[in-house]
């Protein structure tokens, strides 16, 4: 086996269909995509379907790459998911505005949105709008000092239960979930230069949405919590 892991490896499912794909996470060049259509008209998703669908391709993928698959990005097209939209205002003293000013009134907001809803794990953080000094800006403004600001942040969540069946599938060919995106946010991206939803999302986890605040693993023995502010601050 390569040393050397120079692949993504993503799953989209929906109702519909489920497609896997392998990107260069250099390149981008596609490795690997296969994809399979589902008759069902039934909207949740069939663990089944998925676990007959994974059987079937990941030792294909892991036979061309000469690796084993360790972990694989989901990319969920799903009425499972859940937003919660969220605000606060912090006086800022007439210093400047950036980065470091804005990690304590996000671990705040993030720790609410926990707290009231305990079932759901936060998937995205998106700050939609700032307020500085009465004045609305879509992007965090270089070089300012204000004496106020308020923060509009969209979590998108979903279901814990969901996450962990999703896992258990998963877990029979010793697969973890590296992290699991929004298909319908992924696909707000989608353009001339985006065109393929899996280059895409490679290139929103690596910070092409500077209002997502991006997160990182817990470098402990839990690896399953999401916890640091990472990216966004760049």
Same mark, same amino acid.
Do not use: M, W
């Given at each position: 086996m390569s040393d050397k892991?120079?692949?993504?490896?993503?799953?989209?499912?929906?109702?519909?269909?489920?497609?896997?794909?392998?990107?260069?996470?250099?390149?981008?060049?596609?490795?690997?995509?296969?994809?399979?259509?589902?008759?069902?008209?039934?909207?949740?998703?069939?663990?089944?379907?998925?676990?007959?669908?994974?059987?079937?391709?990941?030792?294909?993928v892991e036979k061309i790459l000469k690796n084993f698959i360790k972990n694989i990005n989901i990319i969920l097209?799903?009425?499972?998911?859940?937003?919660?939209?969220?605000?606060?205002? !912090?006086?800022?003293? =007439?210093?400047f505005i950036d980065s470091n000013t *804005?990690?304590?009134?996000?671990?705040?907001? +993030?720790?609410s949105c926990q707290s009231n809803f305990q079932d759901k794990k936060i998937i995205h953080i998106l700050i939609e709008k700032y307020l500085i000094d009465n004045k609305n800006y879509f992007s965090l403004p270089q070089k300012l000092k204000c004496n106020f600001f308020s923060l509009?942040?969209?979590?998108?969540?979903?279901?814990k239960r969901f996450i962990e069946d999703l896992e258990i599938v998963l877990k029979k060919y010793h697969i973890l979930v590296n992290q699991i995106l929004n298909a319908s946010y992924v696909e707000n991206f989608v353009n001339e230069n985006h065109q393929n939803i899996?280059?895409?999302?490679? !290139?929103?986890?690596? =910070?092409?949405?500077?209002?997502?605040?991006? *997160?990182?693993?817990?470098?402990?023995?839990? +690896?399953?919590?999401?916890?640091?502010?990472?990216?966004?601050f760049s």
């Open positions: 892991i120079n692949f993504e490896t993503y799953l989209f499912i929906n109702s519909r269909k489920f497609i896997i794909c392998v990107v260069h996470n250099i390149s981008y060049d596609i490795i690997y995509s296969e994809q399979t259509l589902l008759t069902s008209n039934n909207k949740e998703l069939n663990f089944e379907q998925l676990n007959e669908f994974l059987e079937t391709n990941i030792f294909k097209d799903s009425e499972e998911f859940f937003s919660v939209d969220l605000s606060i205002k !912090k006086n800022n003293n =007439g210093n *804005l990690i304590h009134p996000l671990d705040d907001l +993030k720790n509009d942040v969209k979590f998108i969540c979903l279901s899996f280059i895409t999302a490679s !290139k929103i986890k690596s =910070g092409l949405n500077d209002n997502e605040v991006l *997160l990182v693993r817990k470098t402990t023995k839990n +690896k399953g919590f999401f916890e640091k502010f990472f990216s966004y």
